[in-house]
Structures are given as C-alpha cells and as structure tokens.
C-alpha cells in the first residue's frame, strides 16, 4: 500500500484509540486531539509507517530504554502494540531522521547487547503466545536501526483502575478467577527461561470475560539495568522483590512470585505491602487482614511465604504457588454453607426479562449468564429474587372419576419430601470435570457443562463430555395372552404429597367406541404411606395377583410424566383422547427410569426447555424437540445396593476372564510392542520431515505477507530441502528473488535520484546567488550522476556562454595534491576532485576571504605551528558547509583583526580535527554574532581530537542539532571554554578546560551534553553552568577544581545526572541550585571547597545521594526558601559549619538516612519554623550539638 493510498483510506483514524473519528478535529471516542508538535522531538511522528505495515499511534508510555506506541496494522485492520528498543542514555534521534544514532561509539557495544537481548526477548514471548493469560507476542521487526516488539492489544482497564471500579479491592474469590490465567501463563513462561521483572497492577489488563492478562516484559531492561548498575533505580516500590536492590541480584520465579503476591496483596487489602528496601531496614509489614482483607488464614500465610525477603523462603515455582493458593481458596470455599438450596438466587435478565435460578456465588463474581439469550447476569442492578422455597406448592389435584379407568394400572407412591428432595435435587446436580487443558478437576453445575463453565485453574471453557453409553435394558418381561385394549380417560387426582407413575398396559390403543368395558381395573396402591390417614382408608387395596407389565418407551412414559405434574393445567381439564396409534416398534424397549422430581434444562442446539428427572440427566439425555442428545453421567455415581451387589458379581467374573487371558495377552502384547517400535521408527522420522516442512512453509509464507522476502526466502529454501519438487516452492522461490531484484533496483534509484535532487538544489542555489564557477561545479558533478539530462546541460550552457571567460583547468582526479605556501588555496580546492588529499606546505596561507569547502577533502599540514591559515576578513576563516565527510590535520587556523569572525564554522557536516589550533575569534556584542574558535552548527557532527583553542571569545560552540565528540583537547585563555546550546548533544571526553575568563562549560537551552572524564580547573567564574530547560545531560567522573566561582551552578529548569565526579577547592561552594532547577546528584566527593559543600535555594528540589560532603569551609549542605530536595544516604562530615542547615519558608522536602558526623556547628540546625521530613538520620561527634532549632531555643 502506497503513501498515498494509506493516507486517503486512513485520514479520519484517530491516533489515540486507532478509531473512525470523522472529520472532526477532537477525537468523539477517546477526546484526543491530534495537533501541533510532538510531546518530544525523540518519538516517531504519528502515522509513520513502520515496515509498510504498522500505522504509528500515539506514545503509550516511555521508559529509560523503550518507548512503547499504540499501532494499527494496515493489512489485518488491527490495534497492536509496538515497543521500540530506545536507551535514551546512549542512543539520539535527530528531528526529521527516524533512524538511530549512538550518542558515542563506546556505547556500541551496550546498545548491541540491549538490542540482542530485545529481539530474543520477543522470539521467547512468540513461542509461548497462545496462553490465555498472556498478551499473545506476533514477533519483531527491525527498522530504523533498531528493533521493535509487536504485542496483541488487549481491550480493557489495567488491574488498578478495575479496582478502583470496585471500591478499591475484591473478596480473594474473585481475585483468584482474574489472576488465575496469570499464573499458568507465568508457569509456562518460566519454563521457558523467560521472567516478567516488572509484575505490579498496572501490567494487568482485566478482560470484558473478567480474566487477567499479563502485558509488558521488561527481561531487556533488566539486563542493561543490571549491566549497568542502576537497577535499584528502576524498582517499583511496594512491588519489587529485595533482590533488585542487591548489587549482585539473584533473581529466578521466586522474584516474578513476590512481585504477583505484591499485586495480590494490594488488591485484597487495597494496600501496597511494604516496599522492599524499607523492610530490609527491619520496617515490618503488617498481614492483610488489618487492612481490612477478608481472608484465611491459609491464605494470608501462603501470601506471607511468597512475600519473604529472603529468596530461598519464598515459592521457588510459579507452580507451587499457584497451586497453594488454589488449595486455600478450596478450603476457603468449603468452610462455606453446605445446603445447595441456600446457595442458589434467582435473577432477571435485563435484556430478555427470563428469570434465572443461578448460584449466588456466579451472581456475585459477574460469571454467569441468562439461560434464554446468554447475557451477564449481574448482582447489582436490582433485579435479584428472593430463593426459590425450599417446599414448593404441589398443583391443585384434579376430579377424578373411578369407573372410566379401565385397562390402567397406576402405581401411586409416596413422595419423598420435598425439602430434602430439593437439597438431594441440587447436590445430585453436580459433577466433577476433567479440564481438557490442564488436567484439574472441577466441581460444576451439569447446566453449566459445554456453556459457560469455567476451568479454575487455567480458565478454558468447559465441554460437555461425549456421553456414555446406556446400559443394556433388561429383557422385558413377557406379555399375557390376552389383553384389553386400553380406552383413554380422564386423568386421577392425585394427592397432594404423591406422584403418579402411569404404567401403560397394552401396546396400542383403539378408539373409545370400539372397546367394549374391560372386565376389571386394575388398581394398584405400592406401599402408601400417607400424609393424612384419611387418605389411606379411602384407598383400595391393590389385588392380590395383579401382573406388573413392561413399562412404555421411555420418551411416552416421560411425556405422562410431565403431563402428570404440570401445574398450569386446570382442576377439571381432562385429558384430550389420542387417536389411533401405529404398533410400537419391535426394537426392545428402554427401561423406565425413577420418576422422581423433574429439573428444567435447556437445550444447548436448539435452547428449547425440557423436564427431566436426576437419573434421566445423569445417564444422558436427548431433546424432546431437536433430537439432539447432551450431558453426560459424571465419573463417580452413587450406586445403589443392588447395582453394588451386581457389580460385585461382574467383578469376579472379570477377574477369572483376566485369569485366562493373561498369558494371551501378553504373547499379544509383545507382539504389538515389537511391531509398534518398528512402526514408530519410520512413522517418527516421516513426522519429523513433514512437521519441519511445515514449520518453514508456516514461517516463510508469514513473512512473505508482511514483505520480509529475504527471511521468507530462505525459510522457502529449507523447506525445498525437504520436497525438492514441490512446484509451489519453486515458484515462491522465483517471486522472492524477483521481489528482491526489484527492490535493490527501486532503492538504488531512489538513492541516486535523491543523490542528484540534493546536487542540483546546490547548484541552483549558488546559480540564483551569482557564484556561477561555483554552481558550474556543482552541476558537473550532478551531470556524472545523470549523463543526458537536459536541464543540467541547459544550465551549463548558460553558465559557459560568455566568452570572455576565461580558461578553468579541468578538475583533476581524486588523488594527491600538494600546495606551496602562497598558492591559491581556494582555487586548488574547488579544482580537486571530491575525496582528494590536498597537503600544505610549511608556511602561512593568507586568505583575502574565506576560505569555503563543499566537498569531501582530505588537508594535511605540517604542523599546527608550522602550517598556519590565516584572514583578517569578517564572517570566517574557513566555513565548511555540505562537505560531506573532511579532515583536517596539523593545521592551525587563526583570525587576524577587529572585524567580528568565527574562526572556522561546520555546518551540516562531517569534519573531523586532529592536532589543531584554533584562535582569534571576535564576538560582536551588538549582533551578538562570531566570536568561537571551532562552530558546529545545523546537523552537523564529527571529531576533535587533541587540538588548542586559545584566544577565542567561546573556543568550541556546539548548537543547534550537532553531535560532535571532544577528546583529548587543550581549552584554555577564552572568554568561555565550552558552549553548549539549543537542542545540541555533544560528547566531551578526556578534555583539559582551564583558566578561561568565565565559565568552563555553560549549558543552555534544551542541549543534552554528554561530559565525562574532563578536568574544569582554575576558570574565573564557574566550572560549570547550566540555564537550560529539563534534561540537560550527564555529568559523570569529571574534575571540577579550583574554580573561583562555584563548582557547579544550576539555574532556571535544569535536570542533569551529576555522579562520580571530584568537587573540590572551588570559591564559593561546591555545588548551588537556584530557582526551579532539580536533577540528581549522587557517589561524589564534594570536599573542602572554600565556602559550603551544596546550597539548594529557591524552589528548587534535586536528589542528593550518598554523596560524601566533607572538609568544606562552610555548612556541608544549606536548604533554604522553599526549595523541596530530597537528601538521602549521604555522609556529611568535618565541615566547617553545620552539617545541615535549615532555612525553608515553607515546608518540603526530606531529609533522611544521613550521617552527619564530626561538623564544627550541629549536627542539623533547623533556623526558621519550616522543616523536611526528618527521617533516620544519625547524628554524631557534631561540636555545637546534635540537633538545634530556634523556635524551641526562643521558648
């Protein structure tokens, strides 16, 4: 799909939720908008479009080493999600360019290690995508010099915002059916050698079915974290386990254990436990139930265990966990009330206004649904029924008339009653279910089977098993001589605690006017226990020798059944008269089931309700109306004692046929096992073949649809291994390759014709300014790239038409050329061929103008001292725009004059410098222009290595967008040593930056410098200074010494990391935050410095960590105005004033974990009513006293 086809189909999708918004500009779903820049220049822009197939979205969220983005596949029509492997550390994306780019080559071997690490990462979540408890993983894509994680999207709120729906936590019922797919996706995945590292509630998408789904691997951010030593950084407090915060963590099941019973903790007690790292400081964690969690003490133990800081206390198995806290859920549902008719409520549907008789239990949890049009049944919508009574009212008994039964012999027995009917009723209903999927047993509703019952282990739907076969019928007993035939009439009342059985007595019946009157009736009263005893005396004895017959089919004698007991029918309805029936079937009759209290089921083909009775269920039963035959009898079935005493009888005879058999068997068997291994030996290799041949066929045809033909052809290859002539891989075959030829031939097109368009926007530019020697070469070089295009030839023709022009000397080929002091330096140049090595004699080059370069050139000197360029003229002695890649060595370059000039400037190049001098760059205070050594400006980028910059007003200015790398350099005697500004992001490394006239670096804007291993010693202002917006860099295991002013100074909104770096000697402090500036500061040495070691002032609020303050002149650290830092673990020691000074208009901030010991005042002087939080800090040896604080001094 072309460009311009994605964005014609694709216009009025919206960014935010991947939905048809219209025309409109605010998003009628989601209300997002999608307008104006980006959040941050470093994400993709929306509706990039990612390996021709993945739409890009809005930026979900962003981590230190991902970025992670709502996509919309262009080919299924699908959300996804789309991780992107970013270390924002290491790695840079420039605005325009969605390619990365290391912010310096020694990091290229972590980043490779983190993007190995990445892509294995989304193989492993590949292999095991079709857990239900898991986001399903569709693989990964390299683009843009990095990779990408693809992940299903899963609908619905994470496991807080759930909670919070529920009044901020759930009873462990319910908690169990959301988490139990978790934790078998977890026990799968560790199987897999594959471990979350970041489990906590936000990574937990709750289902529209109310089932858990774990999102968001974190195994390659662990690694670099780990790798690099900040993984105690990344933790998750409350949620991470104790091994995060170890210097060598061990980490295995046991870690993603702790991290799951955290997220079960919060959500039954709607608490976090404990954050680790407070706990290893003996804060104990107090059990869930005093957060108010209604659980078990099984559970709460089982909870405890998998919480244990020590790793080897804990579960070392996902297994093992889950089965514990399956097992006190089980026992936690058993303490439960026992009678199944208490457990049972009856509720409308809100769609179909059925009532439904359902378990309380399912009601509550939202997990069942309507029997008629399979809607959620819910609890709370008002429409729960009290439970049906547990002795329900028998229907009204009907007029009988004695005389007009003949040819009917009616059993009349007594019926149990009816409360324990309904409770034996309820238990008989249920059944123990194997899951097809994990093998556990479940106890479930028979209703329930192949509709909406559950797993409770894994969560898979439950079928309903292929029902068994019914018993052989017992051979009927044999039919008298002569029978009369039966005359239909009016059915008997029956009584109101008795239930007819309607035994019929011949095999078919006549019409009524053909039937003369039978001799007698046969009346037969089983038993008769009476509920009154009038009724007994009104009864007749039955006869002496009546003759039982053979029961009816079973589905005629279970219509008489029904409609003996349906209640509807009016007291003096009678019984409509069948006409004529055919002569029953000579197949042998089925045996008549107890006719007991009758249950309602549904139909599941055809949802029609049918009566049936508690044997006729459990021994399979079939639809009146469909024919379709459903449920089957559960494995253990109460047995009564004649089928006990047969199945006795039937076991010794199978013992004695086994007997006899034994030897057959195993002759047999043996046989069977030698020809099975044979068999097994060829089908096995057959199998191996075809499953790897269709392996590479499921493979290759995958990545032939997403257009990554060089993987897809290669998987084609493998597979013709297998079946050398299968013609479909021969023609794929021949479709990659040409796929491929085709693009390889697209993309040198396009890059020669982007070659040629940015040629002659060159050209035409110089051509319009009037520089036309200039533009001549520049359109001779784009006509190499295109022979015979015109306009090229009618712009040279143009160019060459004066005559009076004079002569040019054909440009030579690369190679090298030498050039004597004197000789025109520009002309050599623009005469060379791109990629020549032009060497400069011993002497100085004077420039009339500046010297400019538009080529990829090679210059070599003699020596900066012995090989000078040298201009008086304004602007700049050398300006290197569009070169592509130059060099330069052992030259010295120098401004000469009053006139305003850089001199030299990079822009939009490579140049790399070695053994260079820079000097003599003049600022213009008015136009504030001009004025550096060395510029690197536009996108430019680069090397300086071991050159001088002296005598300048800024010796090295890197603004704009450029990334050049500082090493090894001499900066001394400028106004400022080093400026960095705007959204630049340079690498010093190794630099000598001393005894400039104001600060050694100034940090401005957004720039994002990298500065390491520097020495900023003896400037006259400050060695280091920040004005800049958020995130101005790192500043790692530099020397800051000696400097007049400050150390270091952060002002306005500045965030750098400042770690490992010697802070010493400095005037007036060693480090000072004003107004809103923050960041981190941590394992340095800010010592003896001749005012205070840190003042933190205004509204700032940085983080200082284990930093060791000592030796300084003044306050080892002064917190004042309303600043809100957050001082934690450092050593403040031997300093001249307090250890910590307190001076806040208003509260903030904490200070804690602190050792403050051996200072010349207190230990902590509080000097105004605002204080920090004050937390565990120790207080020792201090002169002045352990704690001062003025308001209680004044009382």
């Known amino acids: 799909m072309s460009d311009k086809d994605i964005g014609t189909t ?32 470093h994400h993709l822009p929306l509706r990039t479009v990612l390996n021709n197939r993945f739409l890009i979205g809005r930026v979900l969220s962003e981590g230190k080493f991902s970025i992670t983005y709502l996509a919309y596949n262009l080919r299924t029509r699908q959300k996804l999600i789309i991780k992107e492997f970013y270390p924002r550390d290491i790695a840079r994306r420039n605005v325009g360019n969605p390619n990365l780019a290391l912010a310096d080559l020694k990091h290229e071997s972590d980043f490779n290690f983190g993007l190995g690490k990445f892509i294995e990462e989304g193989m492993a979540l590949e292999k095991i995508k079709y857990l239900p408890g898991l986001a399903r993983g569709q693989g990964s894509v390299r683009a843009n010099g990095t990779a990408y994680q693809l992940t299903e999207f899963i609908e619905g709120p994470h496991l807080q915002e759930y909670l919070a729906g529920k009044g901020g936590q759930v009873s462990f019922h319910h908690l169990v059916r959301i988490l139990t797919p978790v934790m078998v996706a977890l026990e799968k995945a560790h199987e897999h050698h594959v471990l979350h590292h970041d489990i906590y509630p936000e990574n937990i998408i709750v289902g529209r079915d109310g089932l858990g789904t774990l999102v968001d691997f974190t195994a390659t951010r662990f690694e670099l974290a780990q790798k690099w030593n900040i993984l105690s950084s990344l933790s998750r407090p409350g949620y991470s386990p104790p091994e995060f915060y170890s210097k060598a963590p061990q980490v295995g099941p046991w870690s993603d254990i702790y991290s799951l019973a955290a997220t079960m903790f919060f959500a039954l007690s709607g608490q976090a436990p404990t954050a680790a790292a407070e706990r290893l400081r003996k804060k104990p964690l107090p059990p869930p139930h005093e957060f108010g969690a209604d659980v078990t003490g099984e559970t709460e133990t089982v909870l405890l265990k998998a919480l244990s800081l020590n790793p080897r206390e804990r579960f070392q198995t996902m297994k093992a966990f889950k089965e514990s806290i399956l097992e006190s859920w089980y026992a936690w549902e058993r303490k439960k009330p026992s009678s199944a008719v208490e457990a049972f409520s009856r509720a409308k549907c809100p769609y179909c206004g059925v009532v439904n008789e359902v378990l309380r239990t399912d009601l509550e949890t939202g997990t069942t ?76 509703l028979i209703s329930d089977l192949g509709t909406i019952a559950l797993c409770v282990e894994c969560g898979a739907r439950l079928p309903a098993p292929s029902p068994s076969p019914a018993p052989a019928p017992a051979p009927p007993s044999p039919a008298p001589p002569e029978l009369s035939p039966e005359i239909p009439v009016a059915e008997a009342p029956p009584p109101p605690a008795i239930s007819p059985e309607i035994i019929q007595e011949s095999a078919r019946a006549e019409a009524p006017e053909q039937i003369a009157a039978p001799p007698e009736n046969l009346v037969e009263i089983s038993e008769g226990v009476y509920d009154h005893p009038r009724d007994a005396g009104s009864e007749t004895a039955p006869p002496p020798a009546a003759v039982e017959e053979a029961p009816a089919a079973g589905r005629e ?117 030698t020809g099975g291994i044979l068999a097994y030996r060829f089908i096995q290799e057959d199998r191996t073949e075809s499953r790897a041949y269709r392996h590479y066929i499921e493979q290759a045809d995958r990545l032939f649809e997403e257009g990554n033909y060089p993987e897809a052809l290669g998987n084609y290859r493998s597979a013709l291994v297998l079946e050398p002539e299968e013609p479909y891989l021969i023609a794929q075959i021949r479709e990659c390759e040409r796929l491929l030829l085709e693009f390889e031939k697209k993309a040198d097109e396009q890059k020669q014709q982007n070659l040629l368009s940015g040629q002659l926007n060159r050209a035409d530019s110089l051509f319009a300014a009037g520089d036309l020697e200039a533009a001549r070469l520049a359109y001779e070089a784009a006509l190499l790239a295109s022979p015979e295009d015109p306009y090229i030839l009618s712009r040279l023709g143009e160019i060459n038409k004066p005559a009076a022009a004079p002569p040019r000397a054909a440009a030579t080929s690369p190679g090298r050329i030498s050039v004597p002091s004197g000789a025109n330096l520009q002309a050599t140049i623009d005469r060379a061929a791109p990629s020549s090595v032009i060497h400069l004699g011993e002497g100085i080059f004077t420039l009339p103008k500046p010297l400019r370069i538009s080529k990829s050139l090679e210059l070599r000197g003699a020596g900066p001292n012995h090989t000078l360029i040298i201009s008086s003229a304004g602007e700049a002695v050398l300006l290197i725009q569009d070169a592509g890649e130059l060099s330069v060595a052992n030259i010295g370059f120098e401004h000469q004059g009053e006139a305003w000039a850089d001199v030299l400037r990079v822009s939009n190049s490579a140049a790399n410098f070695n053994n260079c001098m820079f000097k003599g760059g003049v600022y213009n205070q008015e136009q504030r222009s001009g004025g550096s050594g060395l510029v690197f400006e536009g996108n430019s980028r680069g090397k300086v290595q071991n050159s001088r910059f002296n005598g300048n007003y800024i010796a090295v200015n890197a603004r704009q967008r450029s990334q050049p790398l500082l090493s090894g350099n001499e900066i001394w005697g400028n106004h400022i040593g080093v400026q960095i500004s705007e959204n630049a992001r340079p690498v010093l490394k190794s630099n000598r930056i001393r005894e400039n006239f104001n600060n050694g670096i100034a940090i401005l804007d957004q720039a994002q410098p990298e500065i390491e291993a520097n020495q900023v010693i003896d400037n006259k202002a400050n060695g280091l200074f920040f004005y800049g917006a958020k995130f101005n860099g790192t500043i790692r295991n530099n020397q800051v010494l000696n400097n007049r002013d400050l150390g270091i100074l952060l002002t306005n909104e500045s965030q750098p990391t400042i770690e490992d770096n010697k802070i010493q000697w400095n005037g007036m402090g060693g480090i000072q935050y004003n107004d809103r500036a923050s960041g981190i500061v941590r394992y340095n040495v800010i010592q003896a410095n001749k005012s205070g070691g840190v003042k933190i002032t205004n509204s700032s609020h940085p983080t200082l960590k284990e930093n060791i303050i000592k030796g300084n002149h003044g306050d080892g650290i002064e917190i004042s105005d309303k600043a809100a830092p957050t001082v934690d673990g450092n050593e403040i020691i031997q300093n001249n004033g307090d250890g910590i000074s307190l001076l806040l208009s208003s509260p903030g901030g904490f200070v804690r974990n602190n050792i403050c010991k051996g200072n010349q005042g207190y230990g902590i002087s509080i000097l105004k009513p605002a204080r920090p939080t004050l937390i565990n800090n120790q207080l020792q040896g201090n002169y002045e006293g352990v704690l001062y604080e003025e308001t209680a001094a004044a009382n």
């Open 10 to 41: 694709l216009k009025h999708l919206c960014m935010g939720c991947m939905r048809n918004k219209g025309p409109v500009k605010t998003c009628p779903h989601c209300h997002w908008e999608e307008s104006g820049p980006l959040q941050y220049l």
């Open 369 to 444: 649904t309507c029997f008629a049009c399979h809607h959620p049944l819910v609890a709370d919508d008002g429409t729960i029924l009290p439970a049906p009574s547990a002795e329900p009212v028998s229907p009204a008994p009907r007029p009988v008339e004695p005389e007009a039964v003949p040819a009917v012999k009616v059993r009349i027995k007594q019926a149990p009653s009816r409360k324990a009917e309904a409770i034996t009723s309820a238990k008989e209903a249920f059944t123990l279910v194997p899951c097809l999927a994990c093998g556990v047993k479940n106890e479930v």
């Open 557 to 673: 004698a279970k219509e008489r059944i029904t409609r003996a007991e349906e209640p509807q029918r009016s007291p003096g309805e009678a019984i409509a008269e069948p006409g004529p029936a055919a002569p029953p079937a000579p197949a042998k009759p089925k045996p008549q089931p107890h006719a007991g209290p009758l249950t309602p089921l549904d139909c599941p083909e055809c949802r029609s309700r049918n009566y049936f009775t508690i044997e006729e269920i459990l021994g399979g039963v079939t639809c009146e109306k469909c024919g379709y035959r459903f449920f089957s009898q559960p494995a253990e079935e109460k047995k009564s004692m004649d089928g006990i005493r047969r199945e006795r009888l039937r076991e010794k005879r199978r013992q004695g046929r086994k007997l006899m058999l034994t030897w057959v068997s195993i002759i047999v068997g043996a046989v069977m096992l």
